[in-house]
C-alpha cells in the first residue's frame, strides 16, 4: 500500500523553537508539497519542490523552509516557531506529470505552538 | 480572491437525503479532482475528472465535470453518516511535469443519523 508518512500527529512546542516537520513517500515521486490547512482559510501552499535539492516558494513560506537531501523525504522547518504557526501540516506528494491523477497526502501533524 | 469556489461551506442533511455540492471557477482547468477528509487526517482522492461534460460515478456519488471545464458538481443519493466529512475540490490550470492543483476551501458535510 503506497504512502506518505509524517513523522508526528501531534506536536506541541514552545514559542521560538526550532521545529522540524518530516515527511516520507514510499512511491518514488518527483514531486512534494507542503501545506498548512486552517479553519475558514483552506489549504495554503507552503513551499514545494520537483526533484531532489530543488525548492519552490509557494504562497506562505514567510517562517518556513524546507529540505530535500533524497528523493524520498521532504522536510519543513519552522525556524522560529511562533503562535501563528499553531496549524494542521499536510505532506502530499505526485509524480512528475502526474498532477492530474491527484496528490497522495499523508495524515498531518498537529502544530500547537505555546 | 479564491481561484476555486465551493459552495455551500456547511451543510448538514438527515441520512436517506440527496445532495448536490459545487466548485465553480472563472479558469479553464486540464483536470479537477474531488477529495473527502474526515477529521484528523488528510484528504483522499476520490475522482478525477478531465473531458468537458465527462460524469463519473463512485457508488452513490456522481461526479461531473462542466462542459468548458470551469466547474464541476458533486450528487450524493441517499447520504449516510458515513459520508461526513469535509470535500475539496482541486484544479490543474496546466499539464505539464511542474503543473500543481488549486484548492477549494471545502464544504463540510455532516448527515445525522
Known amino acids: 500500500d503506497v504512502k506518505v508518512t509524517q513523522s508526528s500527529r501531534y506536536l506541541v512546542k514552545r514559542t521560538g523553537e526550532k521545529v522540524f516537520l518530516e515527511c516520507v513517500q514510499d512511491?518514488?515521486?518527483?514531486?512534494m508539497f507542503w501545506y498548512r490547512q486552517d479553519p475558514g482559510l483552506g489549504l495554503r501552499l507552503i513551499y514545494f519542490?520537483?526533484?531532489?535539492?530543488?525548492?519552490e516558494k509557494g504562497d506562505i513560506p514567510e517562517g518556513y523552509s524546507v529540505s530535500r537531501e533524497k528523493k524520498e523525504r521532504f522536510s519543513l522547518i519552522l525556524e522560529s516557531a511562533s503562535t501563528n504557526q499553531t496549524s494542521m501540516y499536510l505532506c502530499?506528494?505526485?509524480?512528475?506529470?502526474?498532477?492530474?491523477?491527484?496528490?497522495?497526502f499523508g495524515s498531518g501533524t498537529r502544530l500547537t505552538v505555546v | 480572491t479564491q481561484l476555486l469556489e465551493q459552495s455551500p461551506q456547511f451543510l448538514s442533511i438527515q441520512e436517506g437525503e440527496n445532495l448536490t455540492v459545487y466548485c465553480n471557477s472563472s479558469?479553464?482547468?486540464?483536470?479537477l479532482q474531488w477529495y473527502r477528509q474526515e477529521p484528523g487526517e488528510g484528504p483522499v482522492l476520490l475522482v478525477t475528472?478531465?473531458?468537458?461534460?465527462e460524469v463519473k460515478k463512485l457508488k452513490r456519488l456522481t461526479f461531473q465535470f462542466g462542459d468548458a471545464r470551469k466547474d464541476s458538481s458533486l450528487h450524493i443519493t441517499a447520504a449516510q453518516p458515513g459520508d461526513t466529512g469535509l470535500y475539496l475540490c482541486?484544479?490543474?490550470?496546466?499539464?505539464?511535469?511542474?503543473?500543481?492543483?488549486?484548492f477549494g476551501k471545502g464544504i463540510t458535510l455532516s448527515v445525522r443519523p
Open positions: 502530499a506528494s505526485t509524480s512528475a506529470g502526474g498532477v492530474r491523477y491527484g496528490y497522495t
Open positions: 512511491m518514488d515521486h518527483e514531486n
Open positions: 519542490s520537483y526533484d531532489v535539492k530543488m525548492k
Open positions: 479558469s479553464v482547468f486540464s483536470s
Open positions: 475528472v478531465v473531458t468537458g461534460g
Open positions: 482541486a484544479g490543474a490550470l496546466e499539464t505539464g511535469a511542474n503543473s500543481k492543483l488549486t
